[in-house]
């Protein structure tokens, strides 16, 4: 079945510094979501790419989606402690309607 | 504040009983999900329902009866249920069960199975 793997796992960073999640799916995608799940919260959509090569911005928030659409990126720029939680990328194949959820990456700042 | 709504928050029960779990939406979403969530794994989806049919079954355990009275309820009624059953449940929805809409997910029940 489809598989969606995100690195790293876990991230550890200064507040001020920068972060990527990495997202790669074993088959193609049709589109690809972003969530992001505080401690103890639930996931809250952020942000959906649909064209090979987009990229969208969202304030310190990149996102990217691959020109083969089996892969994706989330950069934030200068982190702040707010950003803690774990960035989960998910994604539909084909006609599907089941969206399947990368392992996600948790993310720790400190300051 | 979530808009999807989630009852009980906490439940606790043992092997033999029977409860069921509770999604409330008044969005106007016709599609509803049920996922299930280990601790640091993704949500895992178990059941869609779109227009108040089931689409999906993603191969769960019959001891998971979900249930969908009208387009802004959905219940997932627990029997016999096992210790690895113990998991965030976590209910979302969306505006259509199609592949470009946001799905807007509850705050969970956490299940304990004794």
């Known amino acids: 079945g489809q598989q969606v793997m995100q690195i790293p796992q876990y991230q550890h960073v200064q507040e001020g510094e920068d972060f990527t999640t990495y997202c790669n799916s074993s088959t193609t995608l049709s589109n690809i979501q972003w969530y992001k799940q505080r401690p103890g919260g639930h996931p809250v959509f952020l942000i959906q790419?649909?064209?090979?090569?987009e990229v969208k911005k969202q304030k310190r928030l990149t996102f990217q989606f691959g020109e083969a659409k089996k892969n994706s990126s989330l950069h934030i720029t200068a982190t702040q402690t707010t950003d803690v939680g774990t960035y989960f990328c998910a994604g539909y194949t084909g006609t599907a309607s089941k969206l399947t959820f990368g392992t996600g990456t948790r993310l720790q700042v400190t300051l | 504040d979530t808009e999807v709504t989630q009852t009980p928050k906490h439940l606790v029960m043992g092997m033999t009983n029977k409860k069921s779990l509770k999604c409330e939406q008044h969005m106007g979403h016709r599609a509803m999900y049920w996922y299930k969530q280990k601790a640091k794994k993704p949500p895992e989806l178990m059941f869609v329902y779109s227009y108040e049919k089931l689409s999906i079954n993603e191969s769960v355990p019959s001891r998971f009866s979900p249930e969908c009275p009208n387009s802004s309820l959905l219940n997932l009624h627990l029997h016999a249920l096992q210790p690895e059953d113990s998991a965030l449940y976590l209910c979302?929805?969306?505006?259509?069960?199609?592949?470009?809409?946001?799905?807007?997910f509850g705050d969970g029940t956490r299940l304990s199975i004794l």
């Open positions: 790419l649909v064209k090979s090569g």
């Open positions: 979302a929805s969306s505006q259509e069960a199609l592949q470009l809409q946001p799905q807007h």
